[in-house]
Protein backbone atom coordinates (compact mmCIF):
# COMPACT_ATOMS: atom_id res chain seq x y z
CA UNK A 1 0.00 0.00 0.00
CA UNK A 2 1.51 3.23 -0.96
CA UNK A 3 0.16 6.44 0.63
CA UNK A 4 0.62 10.23 -0.71
CA UNK A 5 -0.52 12.96 2.02
CA UNK A 6 -1.30 16.49 0.55
CA UNK A 7 -2.77 19.72 2.06
CA UNK A 8 -0.02 21.00 4.29
CA UNK A 9 0.47 24.53 4.21
CA UNK A 10 1.57 27.54 6.29
CA UNK A 11 -1.21 29.40 8.10
CA UNK A 12 -2.37 31.54 10.85
CA UNK A 13 -3.29 30.61 14.26
CA UNK A 14 -7.31 29.99 14.26
CA UNK A 15 -7.02 29.01 11.01
CA UNK A 16 -8.17 25.24 9.26
CA UNK A 17 -6.43 23.03 7.35
CA UNK A 18 -7.69 19.88 5.11
CA UNK A 19 -5.48 16.94 5.10
CA UNK A 20 -5.72 14.14 2.58
CA UNK A 21 -3.88 11.20 2.12
CA UNK A 22 -4.71 8.90 -0.54
CA UNK A 23 -3.95 5.29 -0.24
CA UNK A 24 -3.35 3.30 -3.70
CA UNK A 25 -5.43 0.37 -2.90
CA UNK A 26 -8.84 -0.47 -1.14
CA UNK A 27 -8.22 -0.10 2.56
CA UNK A 28 -11.55 -0.04 4.26
CA UNK A 29 -12.48 -2.84 6.70
CA UNK A 30 -8.55 -4.43 6.63
CA UNK A 31 -6.44 -1.90 7.49
CA UNK A 32 -6.58 0.70 10.77
CA UNK A 33 -6.00 4.17 9.48
CA UNK A 34 -4.01 7.06 11.58
CA UNK A 35 -2.59 10.80 10.85
CA UNK A 36 0.55 11.49 13.60
CA UNK A 37 2.73 14.33 13.53
CA UNK A 38 6.31 14.83 14.22
CA UNK A 39 7.18 18.82 15.32
CA UNK A 40 10.69 20.05 15.72
CA UNK A 41 12.75 18.50 18.25
CA UNK A 42 9.27 15.96 19.46
CA UNK A 43 8.63 12.35 19.44
CA UNK A 44 6.21 11.38 16.56
CA UNK A 45 2.74 11.65 18.10
CA UNK A 46 -0.32 10.21 17.04
CA UNK A 47 -3.07 12.72 16.37
CA UNK A 48 -6.06 10.34 15.09
CA UNK A 49 -7.09 7.18 14.18
CA UNK A 50 -10.10 4.40 12.78
CA UNK A 51 -10.23 1.28 13.52
CA UNK A 52 -10.55 -1.09 10.61
CA UNK A 53 -13.04 -3.48 12.76
CA UNK A 54 -15.63 -0.97 13.71
CA UNK A 55 -14.60 2.08 12.02
CA UNK A 56 -14.55 3.92 15.23
CA UNK A 57 -12.40 7.49 15.36
CA UNK A 58 -10.20 7.93 18.17
CA UNK A 59 -7.72 11.25 19.08
CA UNK A 60 -5.28 12.58 20.87
CA UNK A 61 -6.40 15.15 24.05
CA UNK A 62 -4.61 18.05 21.75
CA UNK A 63 -6.72 16.92 18.70
CA UNK A 64 -10.41 16.26 20.03
CA UNK A 65 -12.49 19.06 19.32
CA UNK A 66 -10.67 20.36 16.68
CA UNK A 67 -9.78 17.77 14.43
CA UNK A 68 -11.31 15.33 12.61
CA UNK A 69 -10.84 11.87 11.52
CA UNK A 70 -12.72 10.66 8.42
CA UNK A 71 -12.78 7.96 5.23
CA UNK A 72 -13.84 8.62 2.00
CA UNK A 73 -13.81 4.37 1.01
CA UNK A 74 -14.78 5.01 -2.44
CA UNK A 75 -11.89 7.42 -3.38
CA UNK A 76 -9.66 5.30 -0.87
CA UNK A 77 -8.81 8.49 1.16
CA UNK A 78 -8.11 9.57 4.31
CA UNK A 79 -8.92 13.08 5.38
CA UNK A 80 -7.84 15.13 8.41
CA UNK A 81 -9.97 18.15 9.21
CA UNK A 82 -7.84 20.39 11.48
CA UNK A 83 -9.78 23.56 13.21
CA UNK A 84 -8.80 26.38 15.29
CA UNK A 85 -5.28 25.45 14.47
CA UNK A 86 -2.31 27.01 17.31
CA UNK A 87 1.34 27.48 16.86
CA UNK A 88 2.14 24.16 18.64
CA UNK A 89 0.19 22.11 15.71
CA UNK A 90 3.26 22.89 13.47
CA UNK A 91 5.01 20.14 12.56
CA UNK A 92 5.25 17.32 9.67
CA UNK A 93 1.79 15.32 9.62
CA UNK A 94 2.43 11.57 8.64
CA UNK A 95 -0.49 8.92 7.41
CA UNK A 96 -0.18 5.71 8.04
CA UNK A 97 -1.90 2.07 7.93
CA UNK A 98 -1.34 -1.13 9.45
CA UNK A 99 -3.10 -4.53 8.40
CA UNK A 100 -6.05 -4.89 11.08
CA UNK A 101 -4.21 -8.42 12.36
CA UNK A 102 -0.27 -6.35 12.94
CA UNK A 103 0.31 -4.82 15.53
CA UNK A 104 2.20 -1.94 13.96
CA UNK A 105 1.86 0.82 11.47
CA UNK A 106 3.81 -0.72 8.14
CA UNK A 107 2.67 1.39 5.61
CA UNK A 108 3.27 4.94 5.64
CA UNK A 109 3.39 8.25 3.53
CA UNK A 110 6.05 11.04 2.97
CA UNK A 111 4.58 13.42 4.99
CA UNK A 112 2.71 17.24 4.63
CA UNK A 113 3.98 20.08 6.57
CA UNK A 114 2.05 22.00 8.65
CA UNK A 115 2.65 25.20 10.21
CA UNK A 116 1.02 27.69 11.89
CA UNK A 117 1.81 31.34 12.93
Known amino acids: VQLVESGGGSVQAGESLRLSCAASKYIHNTHTVTWSRQGPGTEREGVAA????????IYSDSAKGRFTISQDNAKNTLTLHMNSLKPEDTAMYFC????????????WGQGTQVTVS
Open 50 to 57: IYSGDGSA
Open 96 to 107: AARPCDMPSYIY
